[in-house]
């Protein structure tokens, strides 16, 4: 069983630019949730998608948006990116939305 | 408002000692739990959740409506058991949402 991979590991962007990271979710499972991590905080959630519908959002502006793919891989896009969206960012995927979440191991975005 | 807090950043006991780390919640409807940990350079993975009343390496937590509080406890601490420590709280209003704490980073003394 193939478990949550996370692309790029890090990553480097100038404040205005857009970035898109990505995440394949474990076997079986139908459920991606996204998080932006800050130094020394907890998860905070943007938003889940269930079946390639968007099934949840956290509070976080438009210019973070999110993709689910057929084969319940997951992107999630950031636009005209400021100095504070720098963070690790973790997916997790679940069979549903109440389910055990299993964690990737993060992409780590610097804006600069 | 949906909060979770987790009121100490840091705490230390040593080997052998009782431990509980304290999570307190806020939310208006059913709430369901969690405890995540974080070991050393492994990833985010879950501990416990309260439907499920198990006792998960020697911890176990209960949920307390009234006091709305979720603390994890465990009688005798080891060393392996050093990590963050998050609690979570689901939130199903609209569509899922899980809310984690600041987390509590565990560190168990020799």
């Known amino acids: 069983e193939t478990g949550v991979t996370q692309s790029p590991t890090h990553l480097i962007k100038t404040r205005g630019q857009q970035v898109t990271l990505r995440c394949s979710s474990q076997?079986?499972?139908?459920?991606v949730s996204w998080y932006q991590q800050a130094l020394g905080q907890g998860p905070q959630f943007i938003f889940q998608?269930?079946?390639?519908?968007?099934?949840g959002r956290g509070n976080f502006p438009p210019r973070f948006s999110g993709l689910q793919f057929p084969n319940y891989s997951s992107e999630l896009n950031v636009n005209a990116l400021e100095l504070d969206d720098s963070a690790l960012y973790l997916c997790?995927?679940?069979?549903?939305?109440?389910?055990?979440?299993?964690f990737g191991p993060g992409t780590r975005l610097t804006v600069t | 408002a949906q909060r979770v807090t987790q009121p100490e950043k840091l705490l230390s006991v040593f080997k052998g000692a009782p431990v509980e780390l304290k999570c307190n919640y806020s939310?208006?409807?059913?709430?369901?739990l969690f405890w995540y940990v974080q070991y050393s350079r492994q990833r985010l993975q879950l501990l416990l959740r309260?439907?499920s009343r198990e006792s998960i390496k020697g911890f176990t937590a209960d949920l307390n409506k009234g006091e709305t509080s979720f603390h994890l406890k465990k009688p005798f601490a080891q060393e392996e058991d050093s990590a963050m420590y998050y609690c979570?709280?689901?939130?199903?209003?609209?569509?899922?949402?899980?809310?984690f704490g600041a987390g509590t980073r565990l560190f168990v003394k020799a």
């Open positions: 979570a709280l689901l939130a199903d209003t609209g569509g899922f949402k899980t809310i």
């Open positions: 309260h439907i």
């Open positions: 076997s079986g499972h139908n459920t």
């Open positions: 939310y208006s409807g059913s709430p369901e």
């Open positions: 997790a995927s679940s069979r549903g939305g109440r389910n055990e979440q299993y």
């Open positions: 998608y269930y079946r390639e519908e968007e099934n």
